[in-house]
């Protein structure tokens, strides 16, 4: 999609708040609506999330918002540790804002926030070219497979004390 013109991509990444949760499911939406259609399933979790559910992860996640000069929410992610593994989800981009650099740029923050893990992990549906090369750009490599949704999910993870990125 084009940019209307005069537009910036100044963005800060910030930490959400629960009265960011509204917005950040939105977004969610918009921009999972793709990754549906490219598997024929509009039903995947995140598409299917309902704001409760989002406003109850933040009890138990980190949740970082990229945001715009005006202020607006341009995209999300969060992560949880469990069992010395941090688990990163639901990276999210407005379709108005991709590749502009904001999905690497959530991913790099978040994992800066959990200093103390060096084991990162997601899922990424297999015909997602565009997320698993964005991973694989910031160090991930593929550890397995999960099926859900009737998607299949690679596994991706990193180990920055065994020399990931
Ligand atoms: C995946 C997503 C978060 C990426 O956000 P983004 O802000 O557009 O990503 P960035 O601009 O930071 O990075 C794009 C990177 O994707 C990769 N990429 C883009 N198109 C690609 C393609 N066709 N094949 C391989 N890699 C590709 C590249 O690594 C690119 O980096 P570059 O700057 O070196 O070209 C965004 O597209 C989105 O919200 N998609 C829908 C939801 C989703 O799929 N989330 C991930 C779930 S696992």
Not at 74 to 96: D, I, K, M
Not at 119 to 126: I, P
């Amino acid at each position: 999609m084009d940019l209307p013109e005069g537009f910036h991509v100044n963005v800060k990444i910030e930490k959400a708040s629960i009265a960011d949760a509204e917005e950040i499911l939105r977004i969610q939406k918009i921009a999972f609506e793709s990754e549906g259609r490219l598997y024929n399933n509009l039903k995947i979790a995140p598409l299917v999330e309902t704001l409760q559910d989002v406003i109850r992860d933040f009890d138990t996640h980190l949740v970082l918002k990229a945001v715009g000069e005006r202020g607006e929410i341009a995209g999300s992610v969060r992560a949880s540790v469990n069992e010395g593994t941090c688990w990163v989800s639901r990276l999210s981009v407005s379709p108005l804002y991709q590749n502009l650099g904001i999905g690497f740029r959530l991913m790099s923050e978040i994992e800066k926030c959990f200093p103390y893990v060096s084991k990162f992990e997601l899922g990424a549906g297999n015909k997602s070219a565009r997320s698993i090369g964005l991973y694989m750009k910031l160090g991930y490599v593929i550890l397995g497979e999960i099926k859900k949704d009737n998607v299949i999910l690679l596994r991706m993870g990193k180990d920055t004390a065994k020399g990931g990125k």
